[in-house]
Structure formats: structure tokens, C-alpha cells
């Protein structure tokens, strides 16, 4: 189904508390932001981390929060109990395909190796066609400045075009979001995502 409008934000982000307070405001402040301009989220379903501030902060200023968690993470990364709606599946792969098919656009926080293997293969299934929703990275105090150097450098070196580098919304504030969500381009087209 094509929608209208975007609605449902995939937020990825780590799941580390061992991380600078600033990225933890930043995931508070994300969750107020999207609660307050009536924005849903999905995510990984954890109650750890930037995962976990996200999720309470964006309940606490009245988004829905849909979380989807594996059972072998489930008790590692602690569920969190008081989303809107929890799904425990059985793969990572379960996981990342409902994640994608729940949301209109997808949001990048820090994050460590977890949010890095999403973030390219959002970003691959796009260059792929396999969906056409925004992908947003929050630049927050350029943590992800050497990632971006590096895809900018795979479009120079010829091996993706620079089309798709500038496909990618890259943020330096999180107060920037909503802006860029009214002004991102609503999906066209409704594939079928799948795993290659």
C-alpha cells in the first residue's frame, strides 16, 4: 500500500548506555520531537540504550511505538514493556524486513555496528529499488562524518553514482527533523522488499 503521507518513522540507533550524555540527549530529544508532531516510530524494540530513550521519550510526547525484537535478543537487550505494540520474531532477518515494511522513512542516530548493517542495507535496498522512502542521517556532533566520507568516496571511486550518495538527508541538528520529514518525498511506488 502506497501512503499519502509519512507517518511511521524507523528509527535506528545503538543500544549502548556507554555513550556520550550528548547522544543520549539527542535520542531524548528525537523521541520528544517525533511524539510532539504526531510521528509514530519503529524500532528495534529494546529498552537499552538510545534504542530505549528514543522509544520512552517518544511514548511519554504520545507517539505510537512499535517495537520488533528476536527472541535471542529479547532478554539480552530487555524489551521494553510499554510500547504500543510489541512483536517478538524469531530471526534478525524477521526483524529488519517488518521494521522496513512498517515505516514511511527511515531515521539513522549513533550507533555502533548494529546501526551501521541496517543503514546499508536500507541503503542498498533503495539503490536497488526495492523501496523508495527517505533516508535521514542525524549528523549529531559528526559521529557520522568518517561514514559519510566513505560513501561519498565508493560514488567517487565509481562503484555507486553520486545520485545515490544524494539520496541520502544528512542533518546536523535533530531540530532540523520535521522539517525534513514535511519536506522529504512521500514514497511513489509500493515493491515488495525482500532479501537478496
Request: include cysteine; hydrophobic fraction near 40%; proline fraction near 3%.
Amino acid at each position: 500500500m502506497v501512503r499519502t503521507k509519512i507517518k511511521t518513522i524507523c528509527v535506528y540507533c545503538g543500544s549502548s548506555m556507554r555513550v556520550s550524555q550528548s547522544y543520549k540527549d539527542g535520542a531524548a530529544r528525537l523521541g520528544e520531537l517525533l511524539g510532539k508532531n504526531d510521528y509514530d516510530v519503529v524500532y528495534g524494540g529494546g529498552n537499552v540504550g538510545l534504542m530505549g530513550i528514543t522509544a520512552t521519550s517518544a511514548l511519554d510526547n504520545g507517539a505510537d511505538v512499535i517495537g520488533i525484537i528476536p527472541t535471542h535478543l529479547s532478554e539480552r537487550e530487555t524489551a521494553h514493556d510499554h510500547l504500543t505494540e510489541l512483536h517478538t520474531v524469531e530471526t534478525m532477518h524477521e526483524r529488519k524486513q517488518m521494521m522496513v515494511d512498517r515505516a514511511d522513512a527511515f531515521v539513522i542516530m549513533p550507533g555502533g555496528l548494529g546501526t551501521m548493517d541496517e543503514f546499508f542495507e536500507i541503503f542498498t535496498w533503495w539503490q536497488l529499488g526495492l523501496h523508495d522512502k527517505p533516508i535521514i542521517i542525524i549528523n549529531v556532533e559528526g559521529y557520522w562524518t568518517p561514514l559519510l566520507g566513505l560513501v561519498q568516496n565508493i560514488a567517487t571511486a565509481g562503484f555507486c553514482s553520486q545520485s545515490d550518495y544524494d539520496h541520502l538527508i544528512v542533518l546536523d541538528k535533530i531540530e532540523d527533523i520535521i522539517d525534513a520529514l514535511k519536506t522529504a518525498p512521500v514514497e511513489k511506488n509500493d515493491p515488495k522488499t525482500k532479501w537478496i
